[in-house]
């Protein structure tokens, strides 16, 4: 296995191989393009570390578990979900989750496995798929139930607030990632706790689809949906509030966490 995670250290922001629990090897290069392991290392501990990538476009994919499709009273879908999270949503491991000022009430976490595309990817089959990924990462598509179900009945502004997009704690470039367990835990309880072999359209198929309506661009993030459990679907259903720690684990990765705050 291979994890590479993007921290910031001494004013500068850098990539490096996670070699331990507490060592950095810092990478030389574009993780992008040509890179190579230097000699020089760092304390993992003296490191802040960030969202994996600054990804060009956050491409984000609904209702792709079977089991929380039905949760949701909908439909299982003939084709992916398409919608997408706004770039500025994007957050880094460990910083909080904010409860926005115009929306705090109906905050939600949904835990994802997140695909990094490593490289320029157009009409890619689903055979030559995975070919085009850099890594896997852990995300949670934060969303905000009201503006999502009540007020916008879309998608776009409910999954976009500053924040909603945390990923880390770094990439791991080894990994099945259509037989992985994931979960959220919420203050130490399990929320979500399913595999991603409940996904109803694999990773591969999914970068096949995307790469044939858009230019997937370096760096593109791609949230795989997220399986049963979450806040809204449970009797009384379960938000998010200031004091909160939300975790998402996927098993090969790591562990994600994230406080919550209100803005």
Known sequence: MTRIARFEHDGSIRHAIVESDDTLRLIKGDILGDWTASDETVPLAQVRLLAPVDPPNIIAIGLNYR??????????????????????????????????????????????????????????????????????????????????????????????????APMG?????????????????????????????????????????????????????IMTGTPSGVGFARKPPVFLRSGDTVEVEIAGIGVLSNPVVAE
């Open 169 to 221: 704690p770094w990439l791991e470039t080894d990994l099945d990632p259509d037989n992985v367990r994931i979960m959220t835990r919420l203050n130490g309880e399990v929320m979500q706790d399913s595999n991603t072999n409940d996904l109803i359209f694999s990773c591969r198929e999914l970068i096949s689809y995307l790469s044939a309506n858009m230019t997937l661009l370096p760096g593109t993030v």
């Open 67 to 164: 089991k929380h499709a039905e949760e949701s009273g909908m439909a299982i879908p003939e084709r992916p979900v398409i919608f997408f999270k706004t770039t500025t949503a994007l957050n880094n491991p460990g910083d909080p989750i904010m409860l926005p000022r115009m929306a705090p009430d109906e905050v939600d976490y949904e835990c994802e496995l997140v695909i990094i595309i490593g490289r320029r990817a157009r009409h890619v089959s689903r055979e030559k798929a995975l070919e085009y990924v850099l890594g896997y990462t852990c995300g949670n598509d934060v969303s905000a139930r009201d503006c999502q179900n009540r007020l916008d009945v879309q998608w776009a502004r409910a999954k976009s607030f500053d924040t909603f």
